[in-house]
């Protein structure tokens, strides 16, 4: 399903509906040719009254700028010294950003404002060096941007910040988004970069709890562009934002994708534990038929009709993220033999690897222990290594399977392998 479907964005407009999304953009991707289709994806938000903040950053800019001027920065995105020709050029920079952001959502029929909402301090001497012209975000004008966003304007913010003696400091973006997603108590911070999402040993990070990404920034593995990233995202979210998403802003259509569908484009960085498992419902039999449709079709699993999953609904769970089903799994009971079956296991191919099929077998294990269950039977044709490594299953006979389960076995025809696993109190 292309995310531009309207069928399949329809379950998330009531969700998103007023919310505000702080939408963060380096300064590389604003002059990026794909930029016109960010700012039609920005107008396709705007259409579902999903209010939007746009900051963006200048460092590719004022490093092109230095360099036509024969200049040496002496910082690029704000975090750095900011001496006065810096800020000379850092001023240029984000003003050039600012027109041509206005210019590209005039294009798209939206009305904006750069404004003087971020209220900035000197960030001082630190360790022995003055940082100058670099300042730190005390304050978001909330009143001022909350009264554009009620009429429908997208407030622009430069990288710049304002005191109240008529200064001017440079402030870093990406702290600069924070602050105002805080501030203004946002339902998402999107930072729209260069790079596919946060990569940790090569490995792209498609979706981590915040505590987890914590963990892992004390370990090796980062990147410094990398870690600059990764702390933001921590610090929105100990800040109060539920969801930080970082995507490639080079990936056509890579924002609708990132906010309307369950696998995304990039990594998804939240504050909650946002998954969980449930009981399926009556209205869940057409998702657990569209999830294991292709499974269904290369024979890995057992054809199931509506009718037969209607009959053994109580049966089957769901793991949802955010409210999306993205696997099932089902324990059949055969109570008079001790035996449980787990079956109908399967997790979608956007959100494989991620662990998930293992939890669904913990759950299960869990659910059979409660159930007073001494064994747990599994039948697998293509599937039977992942059980044995991952779940702890042992290989099996037929003879193992409860009569009733055991005729419908040479029924079908498929001869599957029948594995069994122990159930320990």
């Known amino acids: 399903m292309k995310p531009t479907d309207l069928r399949g964005i329809l379950q998330y407009i009531p969700r998103f509906r007023e919310k505000t999304f702080i939408i963060a953009v380096d300064g590389a991707i604003v002059t990026d040719e794909n930029f016109g289709n960010i700012l039609l994806d920005i107008a396709v938000l705007r259409s579902l009254s999903i209010r939007v903040v746009l900051a963006h950053g200048a460092a590719a800019q004022v490093k092109l700028l230095g360099t036509e001027q024969r200049i040496t920065p002496s910082d690029l ?32 029929d939206l009305r904006a404002a750069v404004t003087n909402a971020i209220i900035a301090h000197p960030l001082g001497i630190i360790q022995g060096r003055d940082h100058l012209f670099t300042g730190k975000v005390e304050r978001v004008d909330v009143d001022l941007l909350q009264t554009l966003l009620a009429q429908g304007i997208i407030p622009v913010l430069p990288p710049l910040g304002f005191d109240g003696d008529g200064k001017t400091y440079r402030v870093n973006s990406d702290n600069l988004a924070v602050a105002v997603a805080d501030a203004l108590k946002a339902n998402k911070l999107i930072f729209i970069t260069s790079v596919d999402g946060l990569f940790h040993q090569g490995q792209l990070i498609r979706q981590i709890l915040v505590a987890d990404l914590s963990a892992l920034l004390g370990k090796p593995g980062f990147s410094p562009e990398m870690i600059s990233k990764a702390r933001q995202a921590v610090a929105a979210c100990h800040g109060g934002v539920q969801r930080v998403h970082i995507i490639n802003g080079r990936v056509d259509e890579g924002l609708l994708a990132e906010v309307f569908s369950n696998e995304g484009v990039g990594t998804l960085v939240y504050a909650n534990e946002y998954q969980q498992v449930r009981p399926a419902k009556k209205k869940d039999i057409r998702s657990i038929q569209m999830l294991t449709k ?38 059949h009971q055969y109570p008079e033999y001790g035996k449980g079956e787990l079956a109908c296991l399967y997790v979608s191919p956007s959100h494989e690897n991620q662990g998930i099929g293992k939890k669904l077998i913990q759950f299960v294990e869990s659910k059979a222990r409660e159930l007073g269950l001494q064994e747990l039977l599994t039948l697998s044709t293509q599937a039977f290594s992942y059980f044995q490594s991952k779940g702890g299953f042992s290989e099996a006979t037929p003879d193992d399977l409860p009569p009733a389960r055991r005729e419908k076995y040479e029924q079908s025809g498929r001869k599957s392998k029948v594995l069994v696993k122990k159930l320990v109190k």
């Open 294 to 331: 292709h499974s269904v079709e290369t024979a890995e699993l057992m054809k199931r009709t509506r009718a037969m999953i209607e009959k053994q609904l109580g049966d089957y769970y769901l793991f949802e993220i955010d409210r999306n089903p993205v696997a099932v799994v089902a324990l």
């Open 77 to 108: 995105d704000g975090s750095g010294v900011t001496d006065a020709e810096t800020l000379k050029l850092a001023l240029t920079a984000a003003n050039r950003l600012s027109h041509e952001i206005l210019e590209g959502l005039s294009a798209n």
